[in-house]
T-cell receptor, first 114, second 114 residues
Framework: NAGVTQTPKFQVLKTGQSMTLQCAQD?????MSWYRQDPGMGLRLIHY???????DQGEVPNGYNVSRSTTEDFPLRLLSAAPSQTSVYFC?????????????FGSGTRLTVV | TQLLEQSPQFLSIQEGENLTVYCNSS?????LQWYRQEPGEGPVLLVT?????EVKKLKRLTFQFGDARKDSSLHITAAQPGDTGLYLC??????????????FGTGTLLAVQP
């Protein structure tokens, strides 16, 4: 039972480079989201999706793109990496987009932009 | 913007002691969830409360949702070293339909010394 799988686990980028953080879930969850976690700031929502083909912005979307072509996958793209994007990124999913439904998180991607 | 403030930020106690962590907001939430996160891992759901005044118990952990659904508390009885971790509260916010965006608190880092 894989749950939510994030790759890579660690990544170092140079300023201006682009990359894609991968997220896949095998639970047939409808709702998926991306958060970033920074010291003292908790988890902040970047983008989310309520189903295949539907995405929307969260609290801190600038500099990131997402797409949801399948139920299983929700990749996060960094268009032109900046040092301010150094963070730990978490992908999360829940079985439907409704109030009170708990999230399953991946184990995170630690990204450093130099 | 909805905010969730947790207190205390850090807590170091001896095994066997009791403790309470608070999660407060000026906003009303449709639900409140608590997660525990260990180093290098994603948060893991502990409990969800959806009714004002609701109390849930999970072994030595007691969770309460405030009557006005603006605050919550987590009480641990006879803490053990295995309780060590980052505790995060998260408020469910529904806007314009069936969304399940979670607003996370800044976290309480608990260390239980043997």
């Amino acid at each position: 039972n894989a749950g939510v799988t994030q790759t890579p686990k660690f990544q170092v980028l140079k300023t201006g480079q682009s990359m894609t953080l991968q997220c896949a879930q095998d639970m047939n969850h409808e709702y998926m989201s991306w958060y970033r976690q920074d010291p003292g700031m908790g988890l902040r929502l970047i983008h989310y999706s309520v189903g295949a083909g539907i995405t929307d912005q969260g609290e801190v979307p600038n500099g990131y793109n997402v797409s949801r072509s399948t139920t299983e996958d929700f990749p996060l793209r960094l268009l032109s990496a900046a040092p301010s994007q150094t963070s730990v990124y978490f992908c999360a999913s829940s079985y439907f987009a409704g109030t009170g439904v708990g999230y399953t998180f991946g184990s995170g991607t630690r990204l450093t932009v130099v | 913007t909805q905010l969730l403030e947790q207190s205390p930020q850090f807590l170091s106690i001896q095994e066997g002691e009791n403790l309470t962590v608070y999660c407060n907001s000026s906003s009303v939430f449709s639900s409140l969830q608590w997660y525990r996160q260990e180093p290098g891992e994603g948060p893991v759901l502990l409990v969800t409360v959806v009714t004002g005044g609701e109390v849930k118990k999970l072994k030595r952990l007691t969770f309460q949702f405030g009557d006005a659904r603006k605050d919550s508390s987590l009480h641990i009885t006879a803490a053990q070293p295995g309780d060590t971790g980052l505790y995060l509260c998260a408020g469910g916010s529904s806007t314009g339909g069936a969304t399940n965006k979670l607003i996370f608190g800044t976290g309480t880092l608990l260390a239980v010394q043997p």
